[in-house]
């Protein structure tokens, strides 16, 4: 499952994560599966699971200052390599 069925609006309102079984979650639904991802963050890909609400307002609160806490890291901090790939 892609992002083939979202508005173009809609693909650019928040951050979303494929897992590998096709489900898309979006904004602090995202979290938890990003966190699996990992590899140590299964410990806080659980602690995101069990409190949804505090989740989607922390991804809230850092996407309304995305724009200084990127001046605040550097454009390297959210540069991504292409020629990367994860297997």
């Given at each position: 499952?892609?992002?083939?069925?979202?508005?173009?609006?809609?693909?650019?309102?928040?951050?979303?994560?494929?897992?590998?079984?096709?489900?898309?979650?979006?904004?602090?639904?995202?979290v938890g599966p990003a966190l699996e991802a990992l590899p140590a963050g299964r410990p806080l890909a659980r602690l995101a699971k069990v409190a949804p609400p505090l989740m989607?307002?922390?991804?809230?609160?850092?996407?309304?200052?995305?724009?200084?806490?990127?001046?605040?890291?550097?454009?390297?901090?959210?540069?991504?390599?292409?020629?990367?790939?994860?297997?």
């Amino acid at each position: 499952r892609s992002l083939d069925d979202l508005p173009p609006d809609g693909r650019l309102d928040s951050w979303h994560v494929i897992t590998p079984d096709g489900r898309r979650h979006s904004s602090g639904a995202a979290v938890g599966p990003a966190l699996e991802a990992l590899p140590a963050g299964r410990p806080l890909a659980r602690l995101a699971k069990v409190a949804p609400p505090l989740m989607e307002a922390a991804y809230r609160a850092v996407a309304k200052r995305r724009t200084s806490i990127g001046r605040l890291l550097g454009t390297d901090a959210c540069a991504v390599d292409p020629s990367h790939t994860r297997s």
